[in-house]
């Protein structure tokens, strides 16, 4: 069959043939209908995410809208093999997938679950998110912080604020319900938020870190930052005294911080919003075939890729 191969993992995956896949115990083979090209799967296909095993050939892709043996159409989360989802066909474990409406939209589905997927578990299976707490986003204006817009308004939020640094891409959000938009240099402002959702780390968040411990108007008051991407860098310098000086727990989610039941158990009702329209997804299909020019010519643009065998 053909897929997306990587075989050296200083070069984009290319169109190639690979051998058809064998399930194992608990698996089925399932026609792959669509794929998204998430920061994940270039970090699995780079073999820098934290989760690789650096094992070569591999066909990257962490997650698919998929066709069952039986006709139906689901959304699956892979296991971490050699063998992922930007394929003709792949296995699934059936219990890591969720049937899906026949009239579904692949393309969309398949661009939306993972980015809606990082702060709907981080809501829901990481902190005590209540009703009426307000949120702050920081890496706003990629496919996850968009998604974290309508996760955190339809979980009751007060108040979302929006923080990016691009002022063209930062007007867009109010239509998605942030309440509020920021550049970094304005983070101050939202300095008395309960809860921020952090897609950056690196620099960024280091600065907005101090901005807005610094300028609380009730030090006391619990802070909880969510750290979920590093878009911005694996590191960031946090000053000791700027964490001693305010109410801070930071807390990591992830694939390991929270486990794989946890995540699975969140798929059936996020598939359904996703399937009944409730977020604003940008996606774009490309084909299968053309994979190593998607991967190289994504810069710039914001809509999600999504492959299509
Ligand atoms: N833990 C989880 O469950 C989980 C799930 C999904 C995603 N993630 C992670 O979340 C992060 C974002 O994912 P995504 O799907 O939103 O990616 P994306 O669509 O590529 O968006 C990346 C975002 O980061 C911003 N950004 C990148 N470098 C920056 C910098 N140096 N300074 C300021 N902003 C910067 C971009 O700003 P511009 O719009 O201005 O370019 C954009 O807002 C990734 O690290 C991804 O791996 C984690």
Known sequence: MKAAVVTDFAQPPHYADFPEPIAGKDEVVVEVLAAGLHPRVRSQAGGFHYTSTGELPLVPGVDAV??????KVRYAVLDDSTMG??????????????VLPDEVDPVVVAAAM??????????????????????????????AGRMAIQVAKRFGASEVMAVGRDTAKLAELSALGADRTL???????????????????????????????????????????????????????????ALRSARLQIVGSGIGSVPGRDFVKELPQLAEAVAHGAFDVRARAVPLAQVAEAWTSTAGTSDRIVLVP
């Open 66 to 71: 998929v066709r069952d043996p039986e006709g």
């Open 85 to 98: 989802s930007m394929a003709e066909r792949t296995v699934i474990g059936l219990n890591r997938s969720v």
């Open 114 to 143: 993972n980015p809606a997927m990082s702060s709907w578990v981080a809501l829901r299976q990481r902190i005590d998110f209540g009703r009426g707490q307000s949120v702050l986003i920081l890496g706003a204006t990629g496919n």
């Open 183 to 241: 550049r970094f240099e304005e983070v101050a402002e939202a300095a008395d938020v309960d809860v921020v959702i952090d897609y950056l780390w690196g620099e960024p968040t280091g600065k907005a870190m101090v901005d807005l411990l610094t300028h609380r108007s009730d030090r006391g008051k619990p802070l909880t930052w969510l750290e979920v991407g590093a878009a911005a860098g694996p590191e960031a310098a946090i000053p000791a005294a």
